[in-house]
């Protein structure tokens, strides 16, 4: 087993993520109280979805100027596990906002462009579906993934922060306020939690791609 | 490719001007889409009457974003597999892609001014700054037509082109649309913070551009077969 350090520092991080996420002592704030601690949880998603997605879109830009299936089964993967994580982040933050806003869906824009990423990919996926041909989908879905990816992720970002909103740090970053949280939080948000998630998601990605080279033997090496 | 600029503009104003003959010689797909924009307006009018003006700004834009899927989809569809072939060997990826943005844009105008025209005299006029809204309707069909321009060229590779644009289409415009509403209401009469419209402004015709640049250098990738 080559590389295996990475995975070793993955479980341990997310095992630290885990034990002091949910043991360590936080800073005790009107209305989040103890719901401070999904923090650990769901802003981790956030960063993972777009870890993930981003290396798609770097395998469909790589599809595209060299046309390998190789980088079409990457690009698809990290398309998968990027929306396992978006849908992950959305019921980890219904779940949350059902006990600090009252309800677990209010239209909030961070809520919709949640949505509104998981809509585009799901999108992508019946889109290669509709093609038959191998190499069109590949380089249909490729292209699109691009499109979609550039025409998502500056609105993802730029909108959230012109229209009011009801999540953690309405003012200026739309991820986390980092007002709300103090020293130690801060250690084991970015010290464990999101490097943590994101190797994982890496890693679950990389289990799918070996899953899908055996699977797609015949054509890889045709 | 842009190593002859001269040819290049050349070659996307012949292009246009084959889009907009060929519009003038088959007129009964225009005045499909006219009518589409007709019946759809009218068939609002006899479900709403005269609503009061947030609904009838939301209507405005849902309709603008049925018409451009309409209007735009066929741009595609209409070229054979001849015909494209035909443009290969005559034209580049990228004059083709410039001229059937900007045609698809002039057709879109042209389709939302009239809806906007039909809107007043059916659906009742809450506007208040007129030519404001005007020219934010005049950005947003752009936007519309661009990106749905863009789309209509990958679904047209897929089989079952118009239900594609539709899935892979509305979630993409949605950000464009949010912040259209929410722009257009500065015609009904809302007042903004300073600076906040034309932020929003900004940042509409930056991911126009986005999607110029965008159709640009992807078109090439699905043209060749």
């Given amino acids: ?222 | 490719m842009f190593t002859q600029p001269v040819h290049s503009f050349q070659h996307i104003f012949a292009l246009l001007k084959k889009d907009l003959l060929l519009e003038l010689r088959q007129q009964y797909t225009f005045y499909g889409i006219l009518l589409y924009v007709a019946s759809s307006i009218f068939v609002l009018y006899l479900a709403i009457e005269q609503p009061e003006s947030t609904v009838w700004n939301g209507l405005f834009w849902i309709i603008q974003l049925f018409i451009c899927v309409n209007a735009v989809a066929k741009s595609f569809l209409q070229e054979t597999k001849g015909r494209m072939l035909y443009f290969y060997a005559i034209a580049g990826a990228q004059q083709f892609i410039v001229a059937k943005l900007l045609y698809n844009t002039f057709i879109m105008l042209l389709m939302s001014l009239i809806s906007l025209f039909l809107f007043q005299i059916l659906l009742g006029n809450p506007l208040i700054h007129f030519w404001q809204f005007t020219g934010i309707v005049c950005i947003g069909s752009a936007s519309l037509s661009l990106v749905f321009t863009m789309l209509a060229a990958i679904a047209a590779k897929a089989q079952q082109q118009a239900s594609l644009m539709a899935i892979m289409g509305f979630p993409i415009i949605i950000p464009q649309l949010l912040l259209l509403m929410r722009i257009s209401k500065a015609g009904l009469g809302e007042v903004f913070q300073a600076g906040a419209l034309s932020d929003m402004i900004w940042l509409l015709c930056g991911l126009d551009v986005l999607v110029m640049v965008m159709a640009v250098i992807l078109f090439p990738f699905l043209w060749k077969d």
């Fill in chain 1, 1 to 222: 087993m080559k590389k295996t350090w990475w995975k070793v520092l993955c479980i341990f991080l997310l095992l630290y993520t885990l034990i002091g996420g949910l043991l360590m002592d936080v800073p005790h704030k009107k209305i989040l109280n103890e719901t401070i601690r999904n923090i650990y949880f769901h802003v981790p998603m956030w960063f993972g979805m777009m870890v993930l997605f981003s290396c798609s879109v770097f395998y469909s830009v790589k599809y595209l100027r060299k046309p390998d299936l190789l980088y079409d089964i990457y690009a698809t993967s990290y398309a998968r596990t990027g929306m396992l994580f978006g849908i992950l982040g959305l019921v980890t933050g219904a779940m949350w906002a059902n006990y600090t806003w009252g309800k677990a869906w209010s239209n909030d824009i961070k809520q919709l462009g949640a949505a509104m990423a998981l809509l585009v990919y799901a999108a992508y996926f019946v889109l290669r579906n509709s093609m038959i041909d191998i190499d069109k989908r590949a380089r249909v879905g490729a292209v699109y993934n691009i499109f979609a990816f550039a025409m998502l992720f500056p609105a993802l970002w730029i909108v959230p922060r012109m229209v009011e909103s009801l999540h953690p740090g309405g003012a200026g970053n739309p991820g986390a306020d980092p007002r709300d949280m103090d020293a130690r939080m801060r250690i084991v948000f970015w010290l464990g939690a999101v490097p943590g998630f994101i190797l994982l998601g890496i890693w679950l990605s990389t289990i799918i791609i070996r899953f899908r080279k055996i699977e797609d033997k015949n054509l890889l090496h045709a």
